[in-house]
């Protein structure tokens, strides 16, 4: 286990977020029985993206319930990795602010790459305990909540990650926009309704006080294939823009 320094000295990778969405802005059903909906299509691009990370970033919740193992999807994804000079699996980075994540879970099970948890102070000795033992590489960044600034930078300095892909869940991704951290959105619209107050967002959590928090994105590019909408955003270059209240 290792304590993330206060100053890496590097910079935080370039990190873009990819998450399907319903055409209600939900990302799985409020009981979290539904986390995977979008076509063959949207699976296609979620492993054309990852061919081009060298870290995927995911929640704790989000790998325990969609049994999710982080992989490249395959030879073909795993060539083109190679290609662009790439190791053939993405290291696998899992945060988890208390310390809890199951063990059984599946993606534990295949170790074809690297495995790295993030988590805080507040984790019992207990649980980091068990997360040692899990994982390759556990890093404490936070007291009570992840800082994900210094853990990125700690990526970059100590794995080399220049490019990370964060696959949620909606709490995670939330951290991610507050800390200003997220420079292009990967967003697929699908064209289904599921409703529910407390069916998760792509940015869940604690949300923002005003307009003048929010995070500006612009978007790069919109692509219509088989009634999905595969949409692109990037991090907006001029400031938030003022708006006259109607």
Not at 21 to 30: L, R, S
Not at 62 to 85: D, I, P
Not at 172 to 180: D, E, K, P, S, T
């Amino acid at each position: 286990m290792k304590t993330a320094p206060t100053n890496t000295g590097a910079r935080h990778p370039f990190v873009f977020v990819n998450m399907a969405m319903t055409a209600d802005g939900k990302i799985a059903t409020a009981n979290r029985a539904i986390t995977s909906f979008g076509s063959a299509h949207d699976q296609r691009q979620l492993f054309t993206l990852r061919a081009t990370a060298d870290a995927i970033l995911c929640g704790a919740r989000t790998v325990e319930q969609s049994r999710t193992l982080l992989g490249s999807g395959g030879e073909a994804f795993c060539r083109a990795r190679l290609r662009r000079g790439l190791a053939p699996h993405a290291l696998r980075v899992i945060a988890t602010g208390s310390g809890s994540l199951d063990p059984q879970a599946e993606l534990f099970r295949h170790r074809f790459s690297p495995i790295i948890i993030l988590t805080t102070g507040r984790a019992p000795a207990r649980k980091l305990a068990q997360l040692r033992a899990l994982a390759d590489e556990v890093l404490v960044c936070g007291e009570l909540e992840l800082d994900f600034p210094v853990a990125l930078r700690w990526l970059r300095a100590q794995w080399g990650v220049k490019r990370l892909l964060a696959e949620g869940g909606g709490e995670l991704n939330a951290a991610l926009f507050h800390a200003g951290l997220v420079d292009e959105i990967h967003l697929t619209l699908c064209p289904k309704i599921f409703g529910g107050r407390n069916a998760p967002t792509i940015a869940d959590g604690p949300g923002l006080g005003g307009l003048a928090e929010a995070e500006d994105f612009e978007i790069k590019s919109i692509r219509n294939l088989n009634g999905e909408l595969f949409t692109v955003f990037s991090r907006a270059k001029t400031g938030p823009t003022t708006r006259t209240p109607a």
